[in-house]
């Protein structure tokens, strides 16, 4: 094994949970406990502020694949759409990591929530009026992955700076649970709105949604990293960051593995309104629930996560979920009820959180505290920032093929992928 930097030091530990306050950065105390990161006040916040946001944002997001899917019957500009959304991801999250080492996280985030909310407010207005065209959808969709870009490492690396190394695997899982709750609330609330209020609708309630975000930022403190350094060192920072990763063999296997799942797996969002329409025949309810059991299925895999704490095996664990990804899109592209297609998007779900939260935490345990930013800008290129490649990549291959084989394809490819690091790169043996 490659040896491996030290950790940062953890904010300092105050004492039992129960004796936590608002202290900023109050390390979690005993290990012992389940759920140990809620009893820290401030990320209580931030983890309300976001579920309430994230709720807003998947909302948008299904109400968004309707919009388009009814302006162009087309898988095609479906996969167009959610690469114009991603692209900012891959052109601009190595940088974003840099921004999250070296400036304030906190008043970064807010920036980008401000920014988020202004482009939701746009869309709602171009479809209230009908003025709205597939192009416009994709203008503010690349808008809006922008922010995006620019918020998920610092979002990430907050996390750290509240709980503290101790709680860092608890609040990783805690906070993948909201994450994917939200995807179960939101695509089912909008599948009710769009024949409620409609799709401009959906988009006023997602502008609104990040008002939480913005006042629990507000509401919060953040320590100040010790890691900014003076203006005019980003671009040497961001060659550190690429240097740090090319020599560190387990964090390569890591965000591979991340990088395939991004590719040629999460696309599979992106057509499922073509599986409600085309395939189940089931409209704008049933493109929510095949939406919402995506969702439910990871909230199940992380609440497991989250009441087990710090255990051992990870590389394992995260190795047998990948696989299990790659079952449930290859099941799901050979559905032809929407109960087999929930079943399949649920077990996905499941295996798409207990994928992501272990390597997260493996990553940002893994990587010295001044490196943090710039390593999760990497991660988040390999899970976001290669979406706009997958997309249009099976965007063009649902369009010549079908929606079914193209799930059908990525699914072969993430389960020949792993089984190839399983046999020649043994990533259990290397994190070990």
């Known amino acids: 094994m490659e040896q491996q930097p030290e950790p940062g030091p953890d904010p300092p530990d105050l004492g039992p949970p129960e004796q936590l306050t608002r202290s900023t950065g109050a390390a979690i105390g005993s290990s012992g406990r389940t759920f140990l990161a809620l009893y820290n006040?401030?990320?209580?916040?931030?983890?309300?502020?976001?579920?309430?946001?994230?709720?807003?944002?998947?909302?948008?997001?299904?109400?968004?694949?309707?919009?388009?899917?009814?302006?162009?019957?087309?898988?095609?500009?479906?996969?167009?759409?959610?690469?114009?959304?991603?692209?900012?991801?891959?052109?601009?999250?190595?940088?974003?990591?840099?921004?999250?080492?070296?400036?304030?996280?906190?008043?970064?985030?807010?920036?980008?929530?401000?920014?988020?909310?202004?482009?939701?407010?746009?869309?709602?207005?171009?479809?209230?009026?009908?003025?709205?065209t597939?192009?416009?959808?994709?203008?503010?969709?690349?808008?809006?992955?922008?922010?995006?870009?620019?918020?998920?490492?610092?979002?990430?690396?907050?996390?750290?700076?509240?709980?503290?190394?101790?709680?860092?695997?608890?609040?990783v899982a805690l906070n993948s649970t909201q994450f994917n709750l939200s995807r179960a609330i939101g695509p089912m609330l909008a599948g009710v709105a769009l024949g409620v209020i409609g799709v401009a609708g959906c988009f006023y309630l997602n502008a609104v949604s990040f008002f939480a975000m913005l006042l629990a930022l507000w509401s919060i403190r953040v320590p100040v990293q010790t890691s900014m350094e003076p203006v005019g060192s980003t671009w040497r920072r961001l060659a550190e960051g690429f240097r740090y990763?090319?020599?560190?063999?387990?964090?390569?296997?890591?965000?591979?593995?991340?990088?395939?799942?991004?590719?040629?797996?999460?696309?599979?969002?992106?057509?499922?309104?073509?599986?409600?329409?085309?395939?189940?025949?089931?409209?704008?309810?049933?493109?929510?629930?095949?939406?919402?059991?995506?969702?439910?299925?990871?909230?199940?895999?992380?609440?497991?996560?989250a009441s087990r704490g710090d255990f051992r095996r990870k590389g394992q664990f995260l190795l047998g979920a990948a696989f299990v990804f790659a079952a449930g899109l290859i099941v799901l592209s050979q559905a032809k009820t929407l109960a087999v297609g929930l079943l399949a998007d649920a077990v996905i779900g499941w295996a798409?959180?207990?994928?992501?939260?272990?390597?997260?935490?493996?990553?940002?345990?893994?990587?010295?505290?001044?490196?943090r930013g710039r390593v999760l800008g990497m991660y988040g290129l390999a899970v976001m920032g290669s979406l706009p490649v997958g997309n249009l990549l099976l965007g063009v291959v649902a369009e010549q093929t079908g929606a079914p084989a193209a799930l059908a394809i990525g699914g072969t490819l993430i389960g020949l992928f792993t089984v190839?690091?399983?046999?020649?790169?043994?990533?259990?043996?290397?994190?070990?």
């Open 41 to 132: 006040r401030d990320f209580r916040l931030f983890l309300t502020g976001v579920f309430l946001s994230n709720i807003g944002t998947w909302m948008q997001n299904a109400a968004q694949g309707w919009l388009v899917f009814q302006l162009t019957d087309s898988a095609f500009w479906l996969g167009a759409v959610g690469f114009a959304s991603a692209l900012p991801m891959l052109l601009f999250m190595p940088l974003a990591g840099v921004f999250a080492d070296r400036f304030d996280r906190r008043r970064l985030m807010i920036v980008t929530q401000v920014a988020q909310t202004l482009f939701a407010l746009a869309l709602a207005v171009l479809a209230q009026i009908q003025l709205v």
């Open 245 to 305: 990763i090319s020599h560190e063999k387990s964090v390569r296997l890591l965000l591979g593995l991340a990088t395939m799942i991004g590719v040629f797996g999460l696309p599979f969002l992106t057509f499922l309104p073509i599986f409600a329409v085309d395939i189940f025949h089931s409209g704008a309810i049933g493109l929510g629930l095949l939406m919402s059991a995506t969702g439910i299925g990871a909230v199940a895999g992380a609440l497991i996560l």
């Open 352 to 371: 798409m959180a207990s994928f992501t939260a272990p390597t997260n935490m493996l990553i940002q345990k893994l990587v010295p505290a001044e490196m």
């Open 134 to 171: 597939v192009g416009l959808v994709a203008v503010i969709a690349l808008l809006s992955g922008l922010a995006v870009a620019f918020t998920v490492p610092a979002y990430q690396a907050v996390v750290h700076d509240l709980v503290g190394s101790k709680g860092l695997m608890n609040a």
């Open 420 to 432: 190839y690091v399983v046999l020649f790169r043994p990533l259990t043996r290397v994190l070990r």
